[in-house]
């Protein structure tokens, strides 16, 4: 319970709450990424060819997409707290592993099944990660401030990128491939203290005050939605619960939508440093730096596009159209990527890859994993965000494939980038034509809301 002397002093318990999660979420990206840093050598100490580091690579998508459901199944069963805690020593421990690959493997073969191995179950352990994220924000952030939440920790691949990137390829020349992986695993296991250390259910935080709880409850939070009652009470997932989960135009809208702007992110980290190489003439090293630019730009428009959609509610726009227009307008900005097909000098592609990133970033913060947030059902919202993430995720794999054949069957990347373009454009269309009233799942929009919300559609 809540002490009694803290009754009467304002507290901001639940931003710490979300930064803890951003770091946790800054880890998990790193963590999954850092094998395309020591991928060159470890290419060469094992003499893997292109192929099978490639086989290598593709095993955390894989099994991150097939851990979603199952994952979000055990966060609905146990809480946000058990499953996160006990997935992030899992996966800290897988992380480390891979860095005794060269002593636990007798040869080639043996390196390539271990490294797959690790990898696979790597995707499968970080599977339950953001939608514990999006439960935590749903138990500690009222519907007027959770566009922000969700923005800050969607923009993890953001920081990731900047500060473990660099670091990592520091550790690779210094002292070997190994020792990111010993480095960020060594991170995660820390982390695995502070967390069991820190997180609470807001009714019992020490460090809450009851205003800040109110503030809360009043605004919509779920506050007892990993109370251990609440859990023990909570009916099994059943065929209902799925079919709500899966027939629902509403949310399929919201799966698709994340699809897109996920695959914008796949092409952005596989093929657009092959493309300024190959197709704009720059070199490696300039290449990497101008990933920097977007992004940057990817980031603020991330904040920025929670922030707008956290601002519109506030001023009394519906919840519909507060979390869609948001997402509508900042895809239709990303949608500007095709421009780059045409575009002669490489500042002019930096400058409106930078626009792009910001609008994706934008509709990212705004519509994605918010709406999951206002719209998941209260006994199921583990499933909600697994499924949300393992659908939208299948364009990890599928977007640089595709393009890669696009490319590899026409020889232009222009028809490349009009391709990855149109997902901006199909996904706005979603948001606005066939998307209609956002709520809460099992639960009937207000006549007032829905109302409303027809109001501001007629008038765009």
């Known amino acids: 319970m809540i002490k009694a002397h803290s009754a009467a002093r304002p507290t901001r318990v639940r931003i710490w709450i979300l930064c ?10 790193a963590d999954r990424s850092i094998l395309s840093i020591s991928g060159s050598a470890i290419k060469e100490e094992f003499g893997l060819s292109a192929i099978q580091l490639g086989l290598i690579l593709s095993a955390f998508s894989w099994a991150y997409v097939i851990g979603q459901i199952p994952g979000g199944i055990l966060l609905d069963r146990f809480g946000a707290k058990k499953v996160y805690g006990v997935t992030l020593a899992l996966w800290s421990l897988s992380t480390i592993a891979m860095g005794f690959v060269g002593e636990l493997a007798g040869g080639m073969s043996a390196a390539l099944i271990l490294m797959f191995t690790l990898r696979f179950a790597l995707g499968l352990i970080e599977a339950p990660a953001f939608p514990a994220n999006a439960r935590v924000v749903i ?3 009222p519907g007027a401030e959770r566009g922000r939440a969700s923005a800050l920790f969607s923009t993890a691949q953001y920081f990731a990128v900047a500060i473990f990137s660099p ?7 210094r002292f070997g491939w190994e020792w990111p992986f010993f480095v960020l695993g060594g991170i995660g296991v820390l982390a695995v203290f502070v967390w069991a250390a820190y997180m609470r259910e807001p009714r019992k935080h020490p460090g809450v005050s009851e205003s800040e709880l109110r503030h809360i409850i009043d605004g919509g ?19 209902a619960m799925f079919k709500a989960l899966l027939t629902s135009r509403m949310l399929w809208c919201a799966y698709l939508g994340q699809y897109c702007t996920i695959a914008l992110s796949y092409f952005f980290i596989t093929w657009f440093p092959i493309y300024l190489v190959q197709a704009r003439g720059m070199n490696i090293m300039d290449a990497g730096f101008a ?6 730009f990817g980031f603020l428009g991330g904040i920025s596009g929670g922030y707008l959609s956290d601002m519109l509610i506030k001023r009394g726009w519906s919840l519909s159209w507060a979390r869609k227009m948001p997402y509508i307008v900042g895809m239709l900005m990303a949608a500007s990527l095709i421009l780059a097909a045409v ?5 002019g592609i930096i400058a409106i890859m930078s626009f792009a990133f910001f609008g994706k970033g934008v ?3 705004a519509g994605t994993w918010t709406v999951i947030s206002d719209t998941a059902p209260k006994e199921a919202v583990g499933l909600a965000g697994g499924i949300f993430n393992g659908i939208s995720n299948i364009a990890g794999f599928v977007t640089p ?7 590899g069957l026409t020889g232009s990347y222009s028809i490349g980038l009009v391709f990855v373009g149109m997902h901006c454009v199909v996904a706005a269309l979603l948001f606005l034509f066939v998307m209609g009233p956002i709520h809460r799942i099992g639960e009937t929009p207000s006549p007032e809301a829905a109302r409303e919300a027809q109001k501001e559609a007629r008038a765009l």
């Open 167 to 173: 670091l990592s390829g520091w550790l690779v020349l």
């Open 343 to 347: 575009i002669p000098g490489n500042v």
């Open 401 to 407: 494939l595709l393009f890669g054949v696009i490319v």
């Open 221 to 239: 939070g779920l506050v007892d939605i990993d109370a251990a009652h609440t859990l023990k009470a909570r009916p099994g997932i059943n065929k």
């Open 139 to 141: 138990m500690w952030f």
């Open 363 to 365: 509709a990212a913060g």
């Open 20 to 29: 803890l999660i951003l770091f946790l979420s800054v880890v998990a990206y």
């Open 291 to 296: 990933t920097i630019a977007p992004a940057l």
